[in-house]
Nanobody, 126 residues
């Protein structure tokens, strides 16, 4: 089992920055492909970003590319999402997710992930 707990959400103004964290415990965090998804009411989980266990490969949704950065610290078992130039359309509940066995090739599919955090609300509004 891999337990995931997100933090760092809240209310921010358009154009501001915010960093989300996801603390992992349990099975080996360093062996997992990790990702961030987001969800708005009535919609499916939307892929945001993913990172390999080594951190050498990353992938981003077109809607956040150039504004968001995913990173991980395997020594501290923590995943991060740095969000810059936030827009109102970034408002959502953000989830971190971990894949126990799936390869990076399936990184954009929510079904590829075995473990999910409880989510943290990010609201971008003036």
């Amino acid at each position: 089992q891999l337990q995931l707990v997100e933090s760092g959400g809240g209310l921010v103004q358009p154009g501001a920055s915010q960093r989300l964290s996801c603390a992992a415990s349990g099975r080996s965090f360093s062996a997992a492909v990790m990702a961030w998804f987001r969800q708005t009411p009535g919609k499916e989980h939307e892929f945001v970003a993913a990172i390999t266990w080594s951190g050498t490969m990353t992938d981003y949704a077109d809607s956040v590319k150039g504004r968001f950065t995913i990173s991980r610290d395997n020594d501290k078992n923590t995943l991060f999402l740095q969000m810059n130039s936030l827009k109102p359309e970034d408002t959502a509940v953000y989830y971190c997710a971990g894949a126990a066995t799936s390869t990076f090739s399936r990184r954009r599919a929510s079904s590829a992930y075995d473990y999910w955090g409880q989510g943290t609300q990010v609201t971008v509004s003036s």
